[in-house]
């Protein structure tokens, strides 16, 4: 079946330092992939859409500066988490929409757990 | 505006018993597609059913079933002769269809069960 990857799968970074998590498609093109951030014991939440070849759109409050995404091909969509603090520890999710190739569902990647120090 | 609502935040029950989760959705559109995902410790989100809105049969997989009711706007999951193994949150998601695609899930603040041997 199809497969979302992510990396790295953990990170642990000093604060003010920026972390890249990558997001890919392996078996599918994804026209569309979406990042999710999930706080401890609380539900996904969706930063933003990324389109391939156009820029993200971010859900309501959530810094675009801050959360930089890049959707340079079909099948990679990365995150950069620039000058990272504390409070941006959380569990990074993300997902690929497979309605554009063989596929026809949204597939989920294993998740990034990023430690800010 | 989409919204995905859990009643019940944490269920306990012994192995072997049955158990309901209830998942009650809102949104305005016609065409739209119900999820449910296991995340256990892992993290990592399992697919376990999709539904789109035009299917109202009840589906039956395993020990797992679901019934969608659309005239009460519910998505309720059973799982019978529970075991320890399903233990693990449970999320409820709606995603609204863009033509032939996905537009954003929309989850649910999820239900924590836990089954005691």
């Known amino acids: 079946g199809a497969v979302v990857s992510q990396h790295p799968s953990w990170v642990i970074c000093k604060s003010g330092t920026s972390v890249k998590i990558e997001c890919r498609s392996l078996?599918?093109?994804?026209?569309?992939m979406f990042w999710y951030r999930q706080f401890p014991k609380q539900s996904l939440m969706l930063m933003a859409t990324s389109n391939e070849g156009s820029k993200a759109t971010y859900e309501q409050g959530v810094e675009k500066d801050k959360f930089l995404i890049n959707h340079a091909s079909l099948t990679l969509s990365t995150l950069t988490v620039t000058s990272a603090h504390p409070e941006d520890s959380s569990f990074y999710i993300c997902?690929?929409?497979?309605?554009?190739?063989?596929?026809?569902?949204?597939?989920f990647g294993p998740g990034t757990r990023l430690t800010v120090l | 505006a989409q919204k995905v609502t859990q009643a019940q935040t944490e269920i306990s029950v012994v192995e072997k018993e049955d158990v309901t989760l209830d998942c009650v959705y809102e949104?305005?559109?016609?065409?739209?597609?119900l999820f449910w995902y296991k995340q256990p410790p892992s993290g990592e989100l399992v697919f376990l059913i999709r539904?789109?809105?035009?299917?109202?049969q009840n589906e039956i997989s395993g020990r797992y079933s679901w019934n969608f009711q659309k005239s009460t706007s519910s998505f309720n999951f059973t799982i019978t002769a529970s075991q320890v193994v399903d233990s693990a949150v449970y999320f409820c998601a709606l995603s609204e269809a863009l033509g032939t695609s996905y537009d954003k899930v929309i989850f649910g603040p999820g239900t924590s069960l836990s089954v005691i041997p």
């Open positions: 078996d599918f093109q994804a026209t569309t």
């Open positions: 997902s690929a929409d497979g309605t554009s190739g063989a596929t026809d569902t949204q597939y």
């Open positions: 949104t305005r559109d016609t065409t739209y597609y």
């Open positions: 539904r789109n809105s035009f299917d109202e």
